[in-house]
């Protein structure tokens, strides 16, 4: 196990890599703490809860809005959690954004913990604080940005993830590396889904890497001013279909990544965006999609990213490079 | 008009005193810009909000639940409302609680401001970040502190405030000289609300010097971790069977500030209990009120204030000065 303390603005975030949900034991009170995790999580690995107060949740992203919120402080207030009580989240990237958003707004916020058991939870929803829930087709739409106090790796819950999960991690795996690591692009060039599932020490390193790679992304710029807006790559179309179609998350920003590629292709003569759109499928993943462009707009006119008819998108400067660009709506129609 | 920026740790607030609403179109821009006030604020001052979009709900604590929040959220939605939007709270504590509570989480936090239109609201509700909404009997339960850009005071509102809010807001007037300011009490004392009611200036002083001294203690310990808990004198109780039998906040505190000047009174020997208690009087207040016990204590039992075993209550050393004092449930029960 490799620990590393890590500040941010507010708070220091101890990282917990190559650990064992056992170690949770030493760094919380068990009586004091409360696990939030899905139904899909909890069958799999009831072992692992034995002897933890435990919420389990419906899975899915449908279950990513306020009425799941409201039934989880119901819980709390049921199991007479106070400012005492530690929250942990067990489970994917929909767990750690409710339970993270609960710990924050349950009596104006309570100590948080992840145990994040998705390839995508680990790489990139645990961590940067960000959290909340959906309001309709709108992704995100409510929620803080709140640091947690630990994220604890335990690998092992990753023997039962299944196959499509690993290619929803991996997307954002690549989009790391396509914004800001031209190596860890080679280095996936070189490898595909199979031999990562093969080889664990492998796997846990580059986990760690791309876990550490937006830990400091997110420490220079929390609030998103500027750099951490560079993680939207391939986001801003890829949200809007992901919800209006019921798509994967990984699906969607693959596609939005092959567009945002093709885009920078004219826009700033970036090389390499067909290797881009080969390394995405070479992870079994799509750079395609049929979507009809007037709904896709009128869900992009409602991002979080969209400042009056205009919007923030980031494009590539060449692999590793990414820059942020500012769109008209009616110019970005006319790329798509 | 007097404006003063005061720093608290993450932000800056404007503080505009004496100001008339009219001022808001210099500090936002109107385009981009939404009030949120209640049914009762909005029919009683129209022309206030000629030309401005306005978010109206129903009035009272009743409707101080996250189904309100829901509310306003879609409504922000269809208004196109994006993180270039400022949200204004015209009203009094629930409208700016919930104002407040909604501009933190939409979007993951968009720009704030208030125009307190009651005594409580001015003197204490708009003032130090505090906001949220109840769940079921538990008073306060989801929330977060987050401070507002400014907070505009136009003192007009209050010639349209009911005898009753003019009671509930003197109650925390009448804490903060108990908390904090023995020449504040000894000036109450020679008054009555007839008195500020008929004395615009000497009121609108008074309201000042009380959103001052609330502001100074929150600046120092804005996350309450020691002195800003000094604020919670009388509420304690009084929030318990303030919801537990709707009676008003005022009210409510002021049978709070009652028995905690009598537990005082034999913890600390405090001397003045009664002065407090005939002061509470003199304001139209009440200080006794038969309550179900073992109904408040399970109530107090899931008190943010709350832990383990334990709870700290504010009590006085004398007029002017207060402390924390942890007592255990048994404790407190053998004072009630």
């Not at 692992?48 to 899975?59: M, Y």
């Not at 819980?75 to 990237?93: F, P, S």
């Not at 995100?140 to 335990?154: E, H, S, Y």
């Not at 190596?183 to 796997?203: C, G, H, V």
């Amino acid at each position: 196990m490799l620990k590393k303390s890590i500040k941010f603005n507010a708070t220091t975030v101890d990282y917990y890599f190559n650990a064992k949900l056992a170690v949770l034991s030493k760094i919380v009170d068990r009586v004091n703490t409360i696990l939030v995790t899905d139904e899909n999580v909890f069958s799999l690995h009831q072992n692992k809860f034995k002897n933890w107060n435990t919420i389990v949740l419906k899975p899915g992203e449908t279950f990513k809005v306020q009425a799941t919120v409201d039934s989880v402080i119901q819980q709390l207030i049921e199991l007479n959690a106070d400012r005492t009580t530690t929250l942990v989240g067990v489970g994917g990237g929909v767990v750690t954004d409710i339970t993270g958003y609960v710990a924050s707004v349950y009596m104006r916020g309570i100590r948080l913990g992840f145990v994040p058991t998705t390839i995508l939870a680990l790489v990139d929803a645990s961590i940067g604080g960000k959290n909340g829930v959906d309001a309709g087709v709108y992704k995100n739409m409510i929620g803080v940005i709140r640091q947690p106090a630990f994220i604890l790796q335990d690998l092992s819950f990753l023997k039962t993830l299944p196959h499509p999960e690993w290619k929803n991690g991996f997307a954002e795996i690549i989009k790391h590396a396509c914004i800001k690591d031209a190596s860890m692009f080679k280095q996936l060039e070189s490898a595909d889904l199979n031999y990562y599932q093969k080889k664990p020490s492998e796997l846990s390193e580059l986990i760690k890497n791309n876990a550490l790679l937006k830990t400091k992304i997110v420490q220079k710029d929390e609030m998103e001013t500027g750099e951490r807006k560079f993680l939207n790559f391939g986001h801003t179309l890829g949200h809007a279909i992901e919800n209006l179609y019921s798509i994967p998350h990984g699906e969607a920003i693959s596609i939005g990544m092959a567009y945002a590629s093709r885009i920078s292709e004219k826009e700033l003569k970036l090389k390499d965006a067909t290797k881009i759109i080969n390394l995405v499928k070479q992870y079994e993943l799509p750079t395609e999609f049929k979507f009809d462009k007037e709904k896709v707009f009128s869900i992009l006119k409602m991002d979080k990213k969209k400042v009056k008819d205009s919007i923030d998108y980031i494009l590539l400067n060449k692999i590793g490079s990414a820059v942020i660009q500012r769109f008209s709506f009616n110019q970005l129609k006319s790329y798509f």
